[in-house]
């Protein structure tokens, strides 16, 4: 009944969203908390979800969320934001009959040719229009860049795998020359697991707490080869063994994408060198072993994974 009220779902999202701040002192509420997430599992299930591209001609209001929500790469103003949404890009969201103007997730998407490594160029891009326009009638790879939940209340309720394969029919329909759809994401439990290794075999990371090592070429050389085997080894660890898996690695494994390359200082912002020494990977989502790989690491944990992974073995 409060569901059916006028702003009764936002209420019931934002009474959730105000939970979960206390689940350590009020335990009781974890009750409260599992029956809110049960009903708003159905109430937000795929065939009430709408699909929507934004654009610079959305209506200000969802670009201002797009701004306020984005959770992977801080979109620094309006500027940054037309740039994110030029010809070559594309940004999707979902959103619920319920919550008119207020999108639940969204993606954004770089056409581009080959796959990408790092994420600054994909960030900071020609303005012109008329060239970023040539640039998307070329490209033969969408890259996902960055996918942010909206809506804090609704955590534990899965869009991402559903959003993620209506883009991608999308995009091919709309860009028949696509040949490859990969992410590239970031690692976010990297550097704590390997804090709690034993220190040693050379991987006694210390010394790289100090800001700009990344710009000494003599200390990137050193490093490289350790850090790049260290994150192969941690990307690779079976969860049926019972490891802890990386979380954007659990979700994109879960969807039946393939670990495709780990790539070197992909991201050297603060936040990315804080987590993962900068080092940001490509999971690919390819059509043909989407529902082989999902199988494969839901049944027994296996990690499908390229030959340059193994070589990094």
């Given at each position: 009944r409060m569901n059916m009220a006028p702003g009764g779902t936002a209420s019931l999202i934002a009474m959730r969203s105000e939970i979960a701040g206390r689940?350590?002192?009020?335990?009781?509420?974890?009750?409260?908390?599992?029956?809110l997430k049960h009903l708003f599992v159905s109430w937000f299930n795929r065939g009430f979800l709408e699909l929507r591209r934004i654009d610079w001609q959305s209506p200000a209001a969802v670009l201002e969320k797009l701004i306020a929500y984005e959770a992977v790469h801080e979109i620094k103003g309006w500027d940054d934001l037309r740039r994110r949404?030029?010809?070559?890009?594309?940004?999707?969201?979902?959103?619920h009959p319920a919550l008119p103007g207020e999108p639940l997730i969204f993606v954004e998407v770089a056409l581009v040719q080959g796959l990408a490594t790092a994420v600054p160029p994909l960030?900071?891009?020609?303005?012109?229009?008329?060239?970023?326009?040539l640039?998307?009638?070329?490209?033969?790879?969408?890259?996902?860049?960055?996918?942010?939940?909206?809506?804090?209340?609704?955590?534990?309720?899965?869009?991402g795998n559903f959003l993620i394969k209506q883009v991608v029919e999308d995009l091919q329909a709309e860009f028949p020359q696509l040949k490859r759809f990969s992410t590239l994401s970031p690692i976010?439990?990297?550097r704590r697991w390997l804090s709690q290794q034993p220190q040693s075999g050379g991987n006694d990371v210390a010394v790289l707490d100090g800001e700009g090592w990344w710009h000494d070429a003599a200390t990137c050389e050193t490093w490289r080869p350790v850090l790049m085997r260290l994150c192969a080894q941690y990307l690779t660890r079976s969860p049926a063994s019972g490891n802890h898996i990386d979380p954007v690695a659990r979700f994109h494994l879960g969807n039946g994408a393939r670990l495709e390359r780990i790539?070197?200082?992909?991201?050297?912002?603060?936040?990315?060198?804080?987590?993962?020494?900068?080092?940001?990977?490509?999971y690919l989502y390819d059509h043909d072993s989407i529902e082989r790989n999902h199988e494969a690491f839901a049944r027994v944990g296996e990690i499908v994974r390229s030959p340059q992974v193994d070589a990094l073995l």
């Open positions: 689940l350590g002192s009020e335990p009781e509420l974890k009750l409260l908390d599992a029956d949404l030029a010809p070559d890009r594309r940004c999707f969201a979902f959103f960030l900071v891009q020609d303005t012109d229009r008329n060239s970023a326009g640039r998307a009638g070329h490209a033969d790879t969408a890259i996902f860049y960055s996918i942010s939940n909206c809506q804090d209340g609704l955590r534990g309720v899965s869009f976010p439990g990297f790539n070197w200082l992909g991201n050297t912002a603060d936040r990315a060198m804080a987590e993962s020494f900068g080092i940001m990977v490509n």
